[in-house]
């Protein structure tokens, strides 16, 4: 299958800058990860577990609207209107009620007429500490796959009759890799209802990106706002 050529309008001085971009997002993502594997047991482990009669189911459902941005993080947040959903659960590994090590799974589906829409399955871990007032912050990495699909017609060249034809367009597997930070309240704390509402920014990166050779890497960012209904 041939595709037509993408021709790309970033400089070289842009792609060096992407490339210590991404340096800096391994770098962050390490460092991340390493603070909540040494930071958050030592701050469990100082603090007293709380007991309460909030009884949280270990599988909740999280869904989330929002928004896709294209650029290095932090840019470009609401240049354009690219609508994204995710549905998505969390395990919490601990039962500290202020201090919290979890891990996430997620599908996504973004829609973009400009670079092509997008289907993304990701999971991620995560440190969040509560207030008893129900407000928290999380921070965590996520690593995932997407499917990747072209933002025009697909053809394929049929050499019976050399001629291109319209092809399916089946997209292209592509890993992604980021962080995120969240801020939200939890209900359940102060009432009884069994929701947490929340904003999330999320940073990530796309490898590769369709058929572009002089940039492969597409800096991304999703704006969104979700709740999280716990069963009980």
């Not at 209107?81 to 599908?107: D, M, R, S, V």
């Not at 996504?108 to 207030?131: C, E, P, Q």
């Amino acid at each position: 299958m041939k595709y037509l050529p993408i021709k790309s309008s970033f400089s070289e001085r842009g792609q060096q800058k992407l490339n210590q971009s991404v340096q800096m997002l391994l770098k962050m993502s390490s460092i991340v990860f390493l603070s909540l594997c040494f930071f958050g047991p030592l701050s469990m482990s100082a603090q007293k577990v709380e007991k309460s009669n909030l009884q949280y189911s270990k599988l909740p459902i999280k869904i989330a609207f929002g928004n896709q941005d294209v650029g290095l993080g932090f840019q470009n947040i609401f240049s354009s209107f690219n609508p994204n959903f995710e549905l998505g659960t969390e395990y919490i590994y601990n039962k500290n009620l202020n201090h919290q090590i979890g891990q996430t799974a997620e599908i996504g589906f973004t829609k973009n007429d400009v670079l092509g829409n997008k289907l993304s399955l990701t999971s991620g871990f995560f440190y969040r500490y509560t207030h008893k007032s129900g407000l928290f912050i999380d921070c965590g990495i996520e690593i995932g796959i997407a499917q990747q699909f072209h933002q025009r017609q697909v053809y394929e060249y049929d050499a019976l009759n050399n001629q291109y034809v319209e092809g399916k367009n089946v997209g292209k597997t592509t890993f992604v890799g980021g962080y995120g930070l969240s801020l939200g309240y939890d209900l359940s704390r102060k009432t009884k209802l069994p929701l947490s509402i929340y904003i999330n920014y999320n940073f990530s990166i796309q490898y590769p990106y369709l058929d572009l050779d002089m940039f492969p890497f597409m800096p991304q960012s999703t704006t969104q706002i979700g709740i999280t209904y716990k069963f009980w």
